[in-house]
């Protein structure tokens, strides 16, 4: 018999393969952000190098698979295919939520199955922000990074969806200090994690100061949990439960906008994720500052099939990119950050409104005459 967190890990795996469940109003931003086509980029495509070093890890793209699942039979299918197509790869990938096997160990192996095959890649462990305030913070905290002698630790925060999920945990009072006491703990770096609703540049440095090495912005604009949780009440015929999940379909801070909020306000490494799709999603996130980009929706589907499918899709994002860098005339990522950068409509407006400067990512003024 599963258990509750098993059903529901189900439920949301099998929502997110059959319904919509991405942004429908609000998008991420990537729209508004335009690089500058360079008529003659002055390199070769074929010797463009995307590779990078964060958090002391050389990753052969700044791409990463988002956390996704965990704890069941399906889970560890896709979690073995993705593990073995980001191994061969030369990415990272989180795991989903390791809190269903600190419950019951029995279901450790659908995690540790990630570093039997990916032995070299960058793995990051997976625990909630309210779990940790609730429980054993550090104890649990070492407990998933042993699991699967992962390189990083993810605490998830997920407020949106705790607010419109029936056995939502909506205390989040206490989950600061617990971060605080994990960052401080731990001898592997701390990645905070959003879920799909952005943080802000406040939250951004009140976590730098809780001692944290990374921030995953995960922002709006992609996978919606308050849509997820809108199917699964539906499903349940809960009226209450399904409202609450449409009125906040769209709550969020964009993703570019937490790309920018986030990386003009701290020193960390930030990663950018909620919504990035293509190679070109992924140079816009890193032209605004970012290090790293992540995605997750993208890659269950093919995930279900085999890491053929997923290796597949991952190359061709890759690829993307590399147009992308050839095209800007940036042979490697680190000279993405020297790129002009136009800033337009609503994405401008909300920066200018929360006091940063979108003109300033265009660099230098275009000069036609001296
Ligand atoms: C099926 C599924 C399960 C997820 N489970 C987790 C999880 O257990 N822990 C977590 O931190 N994020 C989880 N996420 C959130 C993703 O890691 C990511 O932050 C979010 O989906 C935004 O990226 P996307 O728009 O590329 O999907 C999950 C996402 C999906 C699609």
């Known amino acids: 018999m599963p258990n509750q967190i098993e059903k529901r890990k189900t439920d949301h795996i099998q929502i997110c393969l059959e319904e919509n469940v991405q942004a429908r109003h609000v998008t991420t931003g990537f729209d508004d952000v335009c690089l500058i086509h360079k008529a003659l980029p002055e390199i070769d495509r074929n010797k463009i190098n995307p590779s990078t070093v964060v958090l002391n890890h050389k990753f052969s793209a700044p791409l990463i698979v988002e956390a996704m699942t965990g704890g069941t039979a399906e889970a560890t299918k896709i979690n073995v295919a993705i593990a073995q197509a ?6 990272g990938m989180g795991v989903g939520s390791q809190r269903a096997a600190i ?5 450790e192996s659908s995690f540790k199955i990630v570093r039997e095959k990916a032995p070299t890649a960058f793995l990051i462990a997976n625990i909630g922000g309210p779990q940790i305030a609730r429980r054993h913070g550090v104890k649990d905290a070492e407990k998933t990074v042993k699991m699967i002698n992962a390189d990083a630790l993810a605490i998830h925060l997920n407020s949106l969806q705790e607010a419109v ?3 939502g945990e909506t205390n989040y009072k206490g989950v600061l200090n617990k971060i605080k006491e994990i960052a401080q703990a731990l001898d592997v770096p701390v990645i905070v994690k959003e879920t799909g609703a952005g943080i802000s540049a406040e939250e951004a440095k009140i976590l730098e100061n809780a001692g944290v090495a990374a921030i995953d912005v995960a922002g709006a604009g992609g996978t919606s949990w308050a849509a997820v949780e809108y199917h699964r009440a539906k499903k349940l ?7 609450l999940g449409e009125t906040f379909w769209d709550w969020g801070i964009p ?3 937490s790309v920018v909020e986030a990386t003009q306000s701290v020193h960390l490494t930030v990663i950018a994720s909620g ?6 999603d992924i140079a816009k996130a890193l032209a605004l500052g970012a290090d790293l980009a992540g995605l997750a929706l993208p890659i269950l589907r093919p995930a279900m099939k085999g890491s053929e499918e997923v ?7 890759i690829e993307e990119l590399r147009n992308t860098l050839f095209l800007v005339g940036a042979d490697s990522v680190q000279k993405l950050k020297e790129v002009p950068v136009v800033i337009t409509g609503k994405t401008a407006d909300w920066l200018r409104a929360r006091g940063f400067q979108p003109e300033a990512y265009a660099r230098q003024r275009a000069k036609t005459k001296d």
Do not use: H, M, S
């Open 311 to 317: 290796k597949k899709e991952l190359q061709l994002i």
């Open 275 to 280: 919504g990035v799709r293509l190679g070109i």
């Open 165 to 167: 999920q029936p056995e």
């Open 86 to 91: 980001i191994e061969q790869l030369g990415l």
């Open 237 to 243: 015929q809960d009226k209450y439960r399904q409202r």
């Open 103 to 107: 419950e019951n160990p029995k279901l």
């Open 255 to 257: 993703t570019a906008v």
